[in-house]
Nanobody
Framework: VQLQASGGGLVQAGGSLKLSCAASGRTFDNRNMAWFRQAPGKEREFVAV???????NYAGSVKGRFTISRDNAKNTAYLQMNSLESEDTAIYYC???????????????????WGQGTQVTVSS
């Protein structure tokens, strides 16, 4: 499956953005979908994951502020980001897990397809 992330931009602290991840292929609804982010000079870190049943997990730093969702009819996953902070500034990547493999993971190696990334910049 190929992924295309979009929706990033420049926003003031306290503002909101909604990222989208459009997937090609016919197995989107059979894959876990996740968002990761990478800030300059830092390793890629887990943000959120949603499984095929719609259950979600979040990193502690974004819990209560970010919401991951998916629309299987549109082959698209989303990340709604509210109350943005300067520490949220990063390139955000969407990722798809293996088709038919439903164990939820916060590790990048568990995901087989990656989008190109979309830049989110939060100004303080």
């Amino acid at each position: 499956v190929q992924l295309q992330a979009s929706g990033g931009g420049l926003v003031q602290a306290g503002g909101s953005l909604k990222l989208s991840c459009a997937a090609s292929g016919r197995t989107f609804d059979n894959r876990n979908m996740a968002w990761f982010r990478q800030a300059p000079g830092k390793e890629r870190e887990f943000v959120a994951v949603i499984n095929v049943d719609g259950d979600s997990n979040y990193a502690g730093s974004v819990k209560g502020r970010f919401t991951i969702s998916r629309d299987n009819a549109k082959n698209t996953a989303y990340l709604q980001m509210n109350s943005l902070e300067s520490e949220d500034t990063a390139i955000y990547y969407c990722a798809a897990g293996r088709s038919g493999y439903y164990a939820v993971s916060d590790q990048p190696r568990a995901y087989v397809s990656w989008g190109q990334g979309t830049q989110v910049t939060v100004s303080s």
